[in-house]
């Protein structure tokens, strides 16, 4: 049962009252990781998996640099991936914030990365010098409960090229980075790594990509794939231009 404790320090209050008057900005892990953890970060090789379904934890990986994807197979041994994360992106926030420390999916490398971590306890331990931690955690887990309804309303009665051109908005948004004005996705996408993030076949998200380029809304090169007009792609997304 949990116990409120009236005796909160004086700093630990003032720490908590500033960290909730900026309730709405996104939380700065790095600070934290530089702060408590002295060891260097692993270096993960593309293609490695970092931990799979069901695996115990115990532990909260900060990405430092590096793309990871989570998924989970379907019965028929599908991949069906559910998040695209990178850098600043936090593995493990399920399993640290439940009694089953288990994890929920596979997390598997689609880049080289660099990957913190800290073990459940002492993130714990933090929080009760730092309670600012608390509301970060917290703020972590609405922004990826945010995006998790954000894909299922942009997925939902649309066809594969708006999927495909909601995917591609929402990975601009998180990670692109603007170059004039135009916008660089950071992480390479195969066709078949965008099916299995949009639910459809390889064959279909080739199709619905030749598309958006036909367009000018994308551009790619090498399996790197630049907005080229924010407008027209968020247009397909939508579903206002039929396809």
Do not use: C, W
């Not at 909260?60 to 600043?88: A, C, H, Q």
């Not at 990365?113 to 730092?130: C, F, G, Q």
């Not at 972590?140 to 945010?146: F, G, K, T, V």
């Not at 004005?181 to 949009?198: E, K």
Request: no cysteine.
């Amino acid at each position: 049962m949990l116990k409120i404790v009236d005796n909160v320090p004086s700093s630990s209050e003032a720490q908590l009252r500033e960290r909730l008057e900026h309730i709405g900005e996104s939380p700065d892990f790095s600070a934290f990781f530089e702060r408590f953890v002295k060891r260097a970060p692993n270096t993960i090789k593309k293609g490695t998996l970092i931990f799979n379904e069901g695996d115990p934890l115990g532990r909260l990986y900060y990405i430092k640099e590096g793309f990871v994807k989570l998924y989970r197979l379907t019965s028929e041994g599908r991949d069906g991936t559910t998040y695209l994360l990178g850098p600043g992106n936090l593995l493990g926030l399920r399993a640290l914030l439940s009694d089953d420390e288990s994890a929920k999916h596979h997390a598997e490398a689609i880049t080289d990365a660099k990957i913190l971590t800290v073990s459940r306890k002492e993130y714990l331990d933090a929080i009760m010098h730092d309670p600012r931690l608390l509301v970060d955690l917290m703020h972590a887990y609405i922004e990826r409960l945010n995006y998790t309804e954000q894909k299922l309303v942009g997925y939902m009665f649309t066809d594969a090229t708006a999927r495909v051109a909601y995917f591609l908005q929402m990975t601009a948004k998180r990670f692109g980075k603007k170059e004039n004005n135009m916008v660089a996705l950071p992480v390479p996408l195969t066709h078949q790594l965008i099916a299995d993030f949009v639910g459809s076949f390889r064959e279909t998200v080739s199709v619905a990509l030749k598309k958006l380029e036909k367009e000018g809304a994308i551009k790619t090169a090498k399996g790197i794939i630049t907005i080229q007009h924010i407008e027209n792609l968020e247009k397909y997304a939508s579903g206002e231009v039929e396809v």
